[in-house]
């Protein structure tokens, strides 16, 4: 640049290209957690804001009072599981996939499934937390770049027992039971009538169906 004086000036321009934001992971549950019944639950880990990625370790820690585990699930396409290590309370899951990964949106990558225990009480905390999560990501040259994600925790509150089969309360099973629940057969925990029709949630799905009927119809003595 050259101004009316005649003295030259540069200026250096520096365009920097955008990044992606800083590497995240979430828990989601999936399931209900009810006093003083077994419950299959399930914690799926979520991952975003990652590139060429393709091995991955996460621990997780649950209170074993609490839950079992039943299973882990790998979420990825091309998932290949290296190891699994399950101390009391603690679940950590290595594995990669055969491809390179972008995780840039939000992206589901495992799912731990437990089974509650019965002697859960009403209002009780059950809390399932990402202790670390780990993953690696890749380039051309086979340079690697270790990620180190703080994760988050899932903090659930037991629900109350589920509806028994007497829904008169006469002290006992029978046809006019059914009819109650026929009554609110297909209200759901959302409608308007949940407070009255609750009484007929006999499986604690939050919803009067078929399978409510069934148990009801199970347990009649007349």
Request: net charge negative.
């Amino acid at each position: 640049v050259v101004n009316p004086d005649g003295l030259k000036a540069s200026i250096k321009v520096t365009v920097q290209e955008k990044g992606i934001d800083a590497p995240k992971a979430t828990l989601t549950m999936d399931g209900k957690i009810q006093a003083g019944q077994e419950n299959k639950v399930s914690y799926t880990v979520n991952l975003e804001n990652l590139e060429d990625v393709n091995v991955y370790e996460i621990a997780l820690t649950y209170n074993p009072d609490q839950l079992t585990i039943t299973n882990t699930q790998l979420e990825l396409p091309s998932g290949v599981k290296i190891d699994t290590s399950n101390k009391y309370g603690k679940m950590s899951v290595t594995f990669g996939t055969t491809d390179i990964k972008d995780l840039l949106e939000t992206t589901p990558v495992l799912s731990f499934h437990f089974k509650t225990k019965g002697n859960i009480q009403e209002g009780d905390k059950v809390k399932v937390e990402l202790e670390t999560v780990k993953v690696v990501s890749i380039d051309e040259e086979d340079q690697t770049t270790l990620h180190t994600i703080v994760g988050t925790s899932s903090d659930s509150e037991a629900g109350g027992k589920p509806a028994g089969s007497d829904i008169n309360g006469d002290g006992k099973v029978t046809i006019e039971d059914l009819s109650i629940a026929m009554k609110y057969y297909m209200v759901a925990s959302t409608d308007d009538n949940w407070d009255k029709a609750k009484k007929c949630d006999v499986n604690g799905d939050g919803q009067i169906d078929l399978a409510d009927l069934i148990a009801i119809s199970s347990k009649r003595t007349d």
